[in-house]
C-alpha cells in the first residue's frame, strides 16, 4: 500500500517539477517504476523461492537435525533437541586431528596451486604473444572439462605399486596416502585457480608497468608493489574454490588416499557406514563454518567480485 | 614491465612444466584404454581396439550415460529459467539486498560439496519424502539445478551489464510492447550468452558426484556414479579405461563450442 501511494505522487510530481524536455522521459520512466515492483517480484519470486527455500532451507533442515538423535537399537531418528552430538564433535581429540589434517591439507593445496598457476597465469597474460596465448589458454581450460573421477583414476594409476612414477623412479613412488591426496587435489582444483589468476593478471593495464618503469622501478619492484596488490583478490578468489573443494572432498581422497581419512570421509562414513545421520549433520556444520568464516576473511581483500 | 630474456625463458618453462603437469596423466588414462593388459600395467603390453567394443556394448555404462544427459538437461533447464530471471532481477532493478542476491546465488557452489550434498539428502528425507516425492532422477535435477543456477546468472549478468539498457528504452520508444522488446532485442542479444551458460550448465552437471551420491538414491545411476562403482573392480577395469579416454576426448567440445560462440565462457565456469 505505502508503495503504491509513492508512485501516485510521483506521477503527480514529476511532470511539474521536471523542466519541459524530460517531461515525457519522466512520465515514462514513472509509468515503469509503477509496473516495476510488480516485475521485479516476478522476475525474483522463482529464483529467491528455490534458492532460498530448497536450498537454504535445506541447510536449515540440516543443522536442526544435528540436534536429533539416532536410536542405537533402532537405528530411528528421535526427533528431541540436544546438544550431545555437536558437543561430541568439537571436543573428540578424533575429530579436531581429522579437521586439523582437513584444514592443513587445504592450504596445502591452495599454496601448491597458487605457486603453480601464478607463473602461468603471468606468461600467458604478460609475455605469450596473441597466438601463443590464445592456444595456452584452450590447453589450460580444457582439463578443466574432463571428468573429475577420470583425473583422480589418472592419479592412481600413475602412483599404482607398478604404475610410471614408480618405474620412471625405481620404486620410489610416494604410494597411496596424504602425499597422494595433496598432489591429486592440487591437480583436480588447478584451472579453478589459473582461470581467476588469469583473468586478475588481465585486469593489470600495461600502462602501469610502463609508469612504474618510468619511475625506476626494476622488474621485481613492479611485480611486488604495482603487480602483487592487484592480483591478490583475484589468488583470493581461486583460493575459496580450493579450500571450499578440498574440505568437501571425500571421492578422490578415497580413490589415492589409501587409509587417509579427511572431514569429508568421516561425514559420509556417519551418514552411509554408520548410519548415524544427526551426528553426520552435526559433523558437517565443521567445513559449514570453517568455509563461511574463510568466506568472511576473503571478502574483506574484494575476492567475492573476482567469483 | 621489462622483463630480461632470463625471466621470459624461466617463465615460460615454467608455465610449459605446468601443462605437462596437466596433461601428463591425461595422455597416460587415453594410451591405457588401447593397453592390451586387463590389469594395469606400464609400460603397456600391447595395443588393442578390444575394450572399446566392449565398452560400447556395456549395458551398465550406456544407460548411466543416459540418465546422466537426462539429469544434465533437466538442471540445465532449470537453471536456465532461474539464472536468467535472477541476472535480470539483479542488473535491471534497483532494491533493498541487492548485493546479497548474488551472495546467494553463489552459495552453492562456494560451500563444499559434501554440505550441499548432506542438505539436500537431510531435506529431501525429512520433507519430499514424507510428501511422496522419493529420491530418483527429480531430486537429481533439484540438486545439480541448485548449483547450475550460477553460471546461467554469471554469463546472462556479465552480458547485461555490456549491453545498456537504452537499446531496449529505444525499442520501447518506437513503440513495441514490452514482449516485442524482449523479443526483437534483448533474446538475440543474449542468446550467445545463453547458450554459453547452458553449456557450462550442462557440463557441470555431468560431471557432479558428490551432490548426485546424496541425492539419487539406489535406483538412479549417473555416469560418474557408474565409473565410482566400477573403479574398484578388477574385471570392469579395461571398460572403465575406455570410459574415461572418452570423456577426456569429449573435454575438448565444451571449450571449442565456447571458442565459437566467441565470447569468454569457457572461462566463466564459474
Same mark, same amino acid.
Given at each position: 500500500?505505502?508503495?503504491?501511494?509513492?508512485?501516485?505522487?510521483?506521477?503527480?510530481?514529476?511532470?511539474?517539477?521536471?523542466?519541459?524536455?524530460?517531461?515525457?522521459?519522466?512520465?515514462?520512466?514513472?509509468?515503469?517504476?509503477?509496473?516495476?515492483?510488480?516485475?521485479?517480484?516476478?522476475?525474483?519470486?522463482?529464483?529467491?523461492?528455490?534458492?532460498?527455500?530448497?536450498?537454504?532451507?535445506?541447510?536449515?533442515?540440516?543443522?536442526?537435525?544435528?540436534?536429533?538423535?539416532?536410536?542405537?537399537?533402532?537405528?530411528?531418528?528421535?526427533?528431541?533437541?540436544?546438544?550431545?552430538?555437536?558437543?561430541?564433535?568439537?571436543?573428540?581429540?578424533?575429530?579436531?586431528?581429522?579437521?586439523?589434517?582437513?584444514?592443513?591439507?587445504?592450504?596445502?593445496?591452495?599454496?601448491?596451486?597458487?605457486?603453480?598457476?601464478?607463473?602461468?597465469?603471468?606468461?600467458?597474460?604478460?609475455?605469450?604473444?596473441?597466438?601463443?596465448?590464445?592456444?595456452?589458454?584452450?590447453?589450460?581450460?580444457?582439463?578443466?572439462?574432463?571428468?573429475?573421477?577420470?583425473?583422480?583414476?589418472?592419479?592412481?594409476?600413475?602412483?599404482?605399486?607398478?604404475?610410471?612414477?614408480?618405474?620412471?623412479?625405481?620404486?620410489?613412488?610416494?604410494?597411496?596416502?596424504?602425499?597422494?591426496?595433496?598432489?591429486?587435489?592440487?591437480?583436480?582444483?588447478?584451472?579453478?585457480?589459473?582461470?581467476?589468476?588469469?583473468?586478475?593478471?588481465?585486469?593489470?593495464?600495461?600502462?602501469?608497468?610502463?609508469?612504474?618503469?618510468?619511475?625506476?622501478?626494476?622488474?621485481?619492484?613492479?611485480?611486488?608493489?604495482?603487480?602483487?596488490?592487484?592480483?591478490?583478490?583475484?589468488?583470493?578468489?581461486?583460493?575459496?574454490?580450493?579450500?571450499?573443494?578440498?574440505?568437501?572432498?571425500?571421492?578422490?581422497?578415497?580413490?589415492?588416499?589409501?587409509?587417509?581419512?579427511?572431514?569429508?570421509?568421516?561425514?559420509?562414513?556417519?551418514?552411509?557406514?554408520?548410519?548415524?545421520?544427526?551426528?553426520?549433520?552435526?559433523?558437517?556444520?565443521?567445513?559449514?563454518?570453517?568455509?563461511?568464516?574463510?568466506?568472511?576473511?576473503?571478502?574483506?581483500?574484494?575476492?567475492?567480485?573476482?567469483? | 614491465?621489462?622483463?630480461?630474456?632470463?625471466?621470459?625463458?624461466?617463465?615460460?618453462?615454467?608455465?610449459?612444466?605446468?601443462?605437462?603437469? =596437466?596433461?601428463?596423466?591425461?595422455?597416460?588414462?587415453?594410451?591405457?584404454?588401447?593397453?592390451?593388459?586387463?590389469?594395469?600395467?606400464?609400460?603397456?603390453?600391447?595395443?588393442? =581396439?578390444?575394450?572399446?567394443?566392449?565398452?560400447?556394448?556395456?549395458?551398465?555404462?550406456?544407460?548411466?550415460?543416459?540418465?546422466?544427459?537426462?539429469?544434465?538437461?533437466?538442471?540445465?533447464?532449470?537453471?536456465?529459467?532461474?539464472?536468467?530471471?535472477?541476472?535480470?532481477?539483479?542488473?535491471?532493478?534497483? +532494491? +533493498?539486498?541487492?548485493?546479497?542476491?548474488? +551472495?546467494?546465488?553463489?552459495?552453492?557452489?562456494?560451500?563444499?560439496?559434501?554440505?550441499?550434498?548432506?542438505? =539436500?539428502?537431510?531435506?529431501?528425507?525429512?520433507?519430499?519424502?514424507?510428501?511422496?516425492?522419493?529420491?530418483?532422477?527429480?531430486?537429481?535435477?533439484?540438486?545439480?539445478?541448485?548449483?547450475?543456477?550460477?553460471?546461467?546468472?554469471?554469463?546472462?549478468?556479465?552480458?547485461?551489464?555490456?549491453?545498456?539498457?537504452?537499446?531496449?528504452?529505444?525499442?520501447?520508444?518506437?513503440?513495441?510492447?514490452?514482449?516485442?522488446? +524482449?523479443?526483437?532485442?534483448?533474446?538475440?542479444?543474449?542468446?550467445?550468452?545463453?547458450?554459453?551458460?547452458?553449456?557450462?550448465?550442462?557440463?557441470?552437471?555431468?560431471?557432479?558426484?558428490?551432490?548426485?551420491?546424496?541425492?539419487?538414491?539406489?535406483?538412479?545411476?549417473?555416469?560418474?556414479?557408474?565409473?565410482?562403482?566400477?573403479?574398484?573392480?578388477?574385471?570392469?577395469?579395461?571398460?572403465?579405461?575406455?570410459?574415461?579416454?572418452? =570423456?577426456?576426448?569429449?573435454?575438448?567440445?565444451?571449450?571449442?563450442?565456447?571458442?565459437?560462440?566467441?565470447?569468454?565462457?569457457?572461462?566463466?565456469?564459474?
Amino acid at each position: 500500500m505505502g508503495g503504491q501511494v509513492a508512485t501516485d505522487q510521483e506521477l503527480t510530481l514529476v511532470p511539474s517539477v521536471v523542466p519541459a524536455p524530460h517531461d515525457r522521459r519522466g512520465a515514462v520512466s514513472a509509468f515503469f517504476s509503477a509496473k516495476r515492483k510488480t516485475r521485479l517480484a516476478m522476475l525474483l519470486g522463482a529464483p529467491m523461492l528455490w534458492l532460498v527455500l530448497a536450498y537454504l532451507g535445506s541447510i536449515a533442515v540440516l543443522l536442526l537435525s544435528a540436534l536429533w538423535s539416532t536410536d542405537f537399537f533402532t537405528g530411528n531418528i528421535t526427533h528431541t533437541y540436544r546438544l550431545d552430538n555437536l558437543r561430541e564433535v568439537y571436543t573428540q581429540s578424533l575429530y579436531r586431528t581429522v579437521t586439523l589434517r582437513t584444514i592443513t591439507v587445504a592450504l596445502v593445496v591452495t599454496l601448491l596451486d597458487v605457486l603453480l598457476a601464478f607463473p602461468m597465469a603471468f606468461y600467458l597474460s604478460k609475455v605469450a604473444g596473441p597466438r601463443l596465448r590464445k592456444v595456452l589458454l584452450v590447453a589450460v581450460l580444457t582439463p578443466l572439462w574432463a571428468s573429475y573421477l577420470v583425473k583422480a583414476y589418472a592419479w592412481r594409476s600413475l602412483l599404482a605399486p607398478n604404475g610410471p612414477v614408480s618405474w620412471l623412479t625405481g620404486g620410489h613412488t610416494p604410494g597411496y596416502g596424504l602425499t597422494a591426496t595433496v598432489i591429486t587435489l592440487a591437480y583436480l582444483w588447478l584451472p579453478y585457480m589459473v582461470i581467476p589468476v588469469f583473468a586478475g593478471f588481465e585486469r593489470v593495464p600495461r600502462s602501469l608497468f610502463e609508469a612504474s618503469a618510468d619511475l625506476g622501478a626494476g622488474a621485481g619492484r613492479t611485480v611486488r608493489s604495482v603487480l602483487l596488490p592487484m592480483v591478490f583478490p583475484a589468488v583470493a578468489a581461486g583460493s575459496i574454490f580450493t579450500f571450499s573443494l578440498t574440505l568437501g572432498d571425500y571421492i578422490a581422497v578415497g580413490i589415492v588416499g589409501g587409509k587417509t581419512q579427511l572431514l569429508a570421509n568421516v561425514i559420509y562414513g556417519q551418514l552411509v557406514t554408520a548410519n548415524n545421520q544427526p551426528l553426520a549433520a552435526a559433523l558437517a556444520t565443521v567445513p559449514l563454518i570453517a568455509i563461511v568464516l574463510y568466506l568472511l576473511l576473503m571478502r574483506r581483500t574484494g575476492a567475492l567480485d573476482n567469483i | 614491465m621489462y622483463l630480461s630474456s632470463r625471466v621470459r625463458r624461466v617463465l615460460a618453462a615454467l608455465t610449459f612444466l605446468g601443462l605437462a603437469f =596437466l596433461y601428463v596423466p591425461l595422455i597416460l588414462i587415453v594410451l591405457n584404454a588401447f593397453n592390451r593388459s586387463r590389469t594395469f600395467s606400464f609400460p603397456p603390453a600391447g595395443f588393442t =581396439l578390444r575394450w572399446w567394443s566392449a565398452a560400447a556394448h556395456s549395458e551398465g555404462a550406456l544407460h548411466a550415460l543416459g540418465t546422466s544427459i537426462r539429469a544434465g538437461l533437466g538442471a540445465t533447464a532449470v537453471a536456465l529459467v532461474l539464472g536468467t530471471m535472477a541476472a535480470f532481477a539483479v542488473q535491471r532493478f534497483d +532494491f +533493498f539486498g541487492r548485493s546479497t542476491i548474488s +551472495f546467494l546465488v553463489v552459495l552453492p557452489i562456494a560451500l563444499p560439496g559434501i554440505v550441499t550434498g548432506l542438505a =539436500l539428502n537431510a531435506a529431501f528425507t525429512h520433507v519430499l519424502d514424507p510428501l511422496g516425492i522419493g529420491f530418483g532422477l527429480t531430486t537429481v535435477i533439484i540438486g545439480h539445478a541448485t548449483f547450475c543456477i550460477v553460471i546461467v546468472y554469471n554469463n546472462v549478468q556479465a552480458r547485461l551489464r555490456r549491453m545498456s539498457g537504452s537499446l531496449e528504452e529505444a525499442s520501447a520508444d518506437l513503440g513495441a510492447t514490452g514482449w516485442q522488446t +524482449f523479443r526483437l532485442v534483448t533474446f538475440p542479444a543474449l542468446r550467445g550468452a545463453l547458450l554459453a551458460g547452458a553449456l557450462l550448465a550442462f557440463g557441470l552437471s555431468f560431471d557432479e558426484i558428490v551432490v548426485t551420491t546424496f541425492t539419487s538414491g539406489p535406483a538412479v545411476q549417473t555416469l560418474p556414479l557408474w565409473i565410482f562403482g566400477n573403479l574398484f573392480r578388477p574385471n570392469q577395469a579395461p571398460v572403465v579405461n575406455v570410459v574415461a579416454a572418452v =570423456l577426456i576426448a569429449l573435454a575438448v567440445l565444451p571449450v571449442w563450442l565456447a571458442q565459437r560462440l566467441g565470447d569468454d565462457a569457457a572461462s566463466s565456469r564459474f
